[in-house]
């Protein structure tokens, strides 16, 4: 490790933040659980260099872990982890309770740096996200709204990005057509959409010159 690196690693705070279980106020336990946590230093060292360097616009002391439950496509209870901004981990955890809630499928919950923080990558795997230091799709400038936490891309192929004759996955192309109800896929004033719109997140499904329908973010 070099000086640098360790450097930036030894900063990170560590520690528990919040842990949640069950229904938050309900009467009985529906199984989610949520937790919490600041970016440990074993973490941060797989973070650095992949999908966090010296320049973007967050440190990783903002940043938090979040392990959450959520059902799978094959109607099991998977555990998925989410590197969202502080400012937003409460947030996530009451989305994903929703979204548990009325069993909307998600295939994998997994950080990207699994992918060396490809976003290609993690789209075809069907993977749902957040953190990742990039820039904006289809451009060399700027940062996403991922790069500061503050952002979700949620079932990436039953929701893809499409532009023009451009569908990212390719394996999205099955679902351009949006009209079909089908699981895990997003549609405007949906449970989902609901969910992340009464926190203010905002659906890239909902945006004109381009549909980012598997995208929620906070805009800045």
Not at 54 to 77: N, Q
Not at 100 to 114: A, L
Not at 159 to 172: D, E, F, M, R
Request: with cysteine; proline share 4%; glycine share 10%.
């Amino acid at each position: 490790m070099s000086r640098f690196r360790g450097a930036l690693v030894a900063s990170v705070v560590t520690g528990a933040v919040l842990a949640v279980g069950g229904t938050a106020g309900a009467s009985a336990d529906d199984g989610y659980r949520a937790s919490i946590r600041t970016v440990d230093n074993a973490v941060a060292r797989t973070m650095i260099g992949v999908s966090w360097r010296p320049g973007c616009p967050v440190p990783i002391a903002d940043l938090r872990r979040v392990r959450l439950t959520h059902w799978g496509f094959d109607g099991e209870r998977h555990q998925g982890e989410l590197i969202v901004h502080k400012d937003v981990a409460r947030s996530v955890v009451a989305v994903f309770h929703t979204i548990y809630s009325v069993r909307f499928p998600v295939r994998r919950m997994q950080r990207v740096d699994r992918y060396r923080a490809d976003d290609n990558a993690s789209m075809a795997a069907d993977n749902t996200s957040a953190f990742n230091c990039r820039p904006k799709t289809g451009s060399a400038n700027g940062f996403s709204v991922h790069s500061y936490g503050k952002a979700i891309d949620l079932n990436t192929v039953e929701n893809p990005y499409v532009k023009g004759t451009a569908v990212l996955p390719s394996a999205g192309r099955a679902f351009t057509n949006r009209a079909q109800a089908r699981p895990g896929l997003i549609r405007r004033g949906d449970r989902v959409w609901k969910a992340f719109t009464k926190r203010g997140f905002e659906w890239g499904g909902d945006w004109k010159s381009l549909k980012d329908y598997q995208h929620f973010e906070i805009p800045s």
